[in-house]
Structure formats: C-alpha cells, structure tokens
C-alpha cells in the first residue's frame, strides 16, 4: 500500500481559501484513484471530492461543489484539494485515500490507503 500525508490545514475566516495537499510514499500514484474526506465532531466521515487516476473524472457533492477543486500531479506523486469560500460548516478533520483502481472512486469503504487527516477550522 502507499503511504499517505496531508499537509495545508489550518485556522481560516469563512470566505477564506486553504490548499490541502497530499503527499505519496512508497509507491506511486499513476494506478490510484484518489479522495478527499472530511469529518467533523460527532459526524460520521463524508467524502468531498474524488479524481480518477489520470484526473480525467473528478466527483464533488453538492455541499462542496463549486468550492472546492480536486487535482493530482503524478509527476510530483501528489494529490491538491482547493477549497475557496469556506464556511463554518467546512470545519473538520480532513483525510485524503486511495486504492489502485481504473475507474473513480467515491465510496469510503472501497479506499484502502488512508492518511492521518489534517485539521481544517473555519471562523466566523
């Protein structure tokens, strides 16, 4: 398996913008369909975005779409979450996870590489 770190995180105003980047170890991550999860206290882990892994197809939900943009750099064996008009709601832990796969990916359970999240806090 790869072995995945977040970095970006931080303390934000609402409407602010943060860049969450995550970093691949161990292998590369030209086979891997990749994706952002979040998940705030006392709620249960939702995904926010997903890229397939020649970043062809990417997936958002509607709470974030339109805010955020996933994208991946292979080259740098990297993938970027870059979240625009954030809001209170967008507070939480953020996790970024992978699986080798050729199609998109946008279901939890199917992930089998997960990083340690890194915590994302808006105010108002």
């Known amino acids: 398996q790869v072995q995945l770190v977040e970095s970006g995180g931080g303390l934000v105003q609402a409407g602010g913008s943060l860049r969450l980047s995550c970093a691949a170890s161990g292998r590369t991550l030209d086979n891997y369909a990749m994706g952002w999860f979040r998940q705030a206290p006392g709620k249960e882990r939702e995904i926010v975005a997903a890229i397939s892994r020649s970043g062809g197809r990417t997936y958002y939900p509607d709470s974030v779409k339109g805010r955020f943009t996933i994208s991946r750099d292979n080259a740098r064996n990297t993938v970027y979450l870059q979240m625009n008009s954030l809001k209170p709601e967008d507070t939480a832990v953020y996790y970024c996870?992978?699986?080798?796969?050729?199609?998109?990916?946008?279901?939890?359970?199917?992930?089998?590489?997960w990083g340690q999240g890194t915590q994302v806090t808006v105010s108002s």
């Open positions: 996870a992978g699986r080798v796969s050729f199609v998109i990916i946008t279901s939890e359970r199917q992930f089998d590489s």
